[in-house]
């Protein structure tokens, strides 16, 4: 069964920093591209971040280059987010989601499966 | 950047009915385009990928159509379960996704 599971959520204070973890399982994590999707309480979804299969190739969103950034651990299938200078405007539910295909058929840019999410509160 | 646009923002029906649901988007997306479905405290769930591709376990009530710049999410007859926000999705550049659409119970 495929399993993500987020954690390293909390309440922080603007221009603080926070580290996010991703912790998979169920499948061969190497294979695959992963993401970070963020959604603030009762809004819509945003893309956060992409990294490629074996952590080469990264992308960021405009409102979070520079300030964050996606790293991956394939030995210990682990996906993480590190974010930086943070705002009330990055207030949301952080997913990890996966990619819906392995690398070797071409990365899709859609989801097939998702996190529960953790939650980052920027706030004094 | 492409704009995804959904419509109605609210469909309210009734158990039974036909949901039709509409993703449009400000330049061609060719068939890159994914629905889901999330319901409240959790995650999205991925519906449909590649415009009219029903993912891995779900039932053929749910079924979409469209290319170009103009897509369709068709639940076929609601059922109770089904009540929820749809999100389209693109992913030819960059990854946007549209407003969504809540569906909720007349």
């Known amino acids: 069964e495929v399993q993500l599971v987020e954690s390293g959520g909390g309440l922080v204070q603007p221009g603080g920093s926070l580290r996010l973890s991703c912790e998979v399982s169920?499948?061969?994590?190497?294979?695959?591209?992963m993401y970070w999707v963020r959604q603030v309480p009762g809004k819509g979804l945003e893309w956060v971040s992409t990294?490629?299969?074996?952590?080469?190739?990264?992308d960021y969103a405009d409102p979070v280059k520079g300030r964050f950034t996606i790293s991956r651990d394939n030995a210990r299938n682990s996906l993480s987010l590190q974010m930086t200078s943070l705002s009330p405007a990055d207030t949301a539910f952080y997913y990890c989601?996966?990619?819906?295909?392995?690398?070797?058929?071409?990365?899709?840019?859609?989801?097939?499966?998702w996190g529960r999410g953790t939650l980052v509160t920027v706030s004094s | 950047e492409i704009v995804l646009t959904q419509s109605p923002g609210t469909l309210s029906l009734s158990p039974g009915e036909r949901a039709t649901l509409s993703c449009r988007a400000s330049?061609?997306?060719?068939?890159?385009l994914t629905w889901y479905q999330q319901k409240p405290g959790q995650a999205p769930r991925l519906l449909i990928y590649?415009?009219?591709n029903r993912a891995t376990g779900i039932p053929d009530k749910f079924s979409g159509s469209g290319s170009g710049t103009d897509f369709t999410l068709t639940i076929s007859r609601l059922e109770p379960e089904d009540f929820a926000v749809y999100y389209c999705?693109?992913?030819?550049?960059?990854?946007?996704f549209g407003p969504g659409t809540k569906v909720d119970i007349k």
């Open positions: 989601a996966r990619d819906g295909l392995p690398y070797y058929f071409d990365p899709t840019g859609y989801f097939d499966f």
């Open positions: 169920g499948f061969t994590f190497n294979d695959y591209d």
């Open positions: 990294i490629s299969w074996n952590g080469v190739d990264k």
């Open positions: 330049q061609s997306l060719s068939d890159s």
């Open positions: 590649d415009t009219s």
């Open positions: 999705q693109q992913y030819v550049t960059s990854l946007t």
